[in-house]
């Protein structure tokens, strides 16, 4: 069976057009990868959780950002590996100075014996929505189209 995943597709309105969030993940792997590597904070999930639950408590884990307040379903994709991902989109403003992530724990180097702990997020950045396109995991870009249809 597919992993389930789910996150928030925050969004800034302003006359220059809408911003959104993105996130980069942490880790060795993804240190020098930018573009197609942003993703929205998303996470892995299993029922009987729902996917808007699991999205609110992976924006937490992984932004420090409780989001309350009612949000826009954007309904799914299925990235190249087969994960489902679930979408909201929710309007906020978000200093990402203030970003608070969990870690993760791994060898590393491999086979080094050696553990390290990296942050899940490295860094979050506001992009415009053409920027985000091509920053963001390419099945992801999808949740961008969504988003501008229900603005």
Partial sequence: ???????????????????????HPGGPFWARKDAGAWTIPKGEYEPPEDAETAARRE????????????LIA???????GGKRVTAFAGETA??????????????WPPRSGRMQSFPE????????IDTARTKMIPAQA?????LLERL
């Fill in 74 to 80: 954007l309904g799914e994709v299925i990235q190249a």
């Fill in 94 to 107: 978000f200093d990402v100075t203030q970003l608070a992530s969990n870690r993760f724990d791994m060898e």
């Fill in 142 to 146: 999808a949740f961008l189209d969504r």
């Fill in 121 to 128: 997020v490295d860094r979050a950045e506001w992009f415009d």
């Fill in 59 to 70: 924006l937490a884990e992984e932004t420090g950002l409780v989001l309350d307040g009612d």
């Fill in 1 to 23: 069976m597919a992993k389930l995943s789910a996150g928030i597709l925050l969004f800034q309105r302003s006359e220059g057009g809408s911003r959104v969030l993105l996130v």
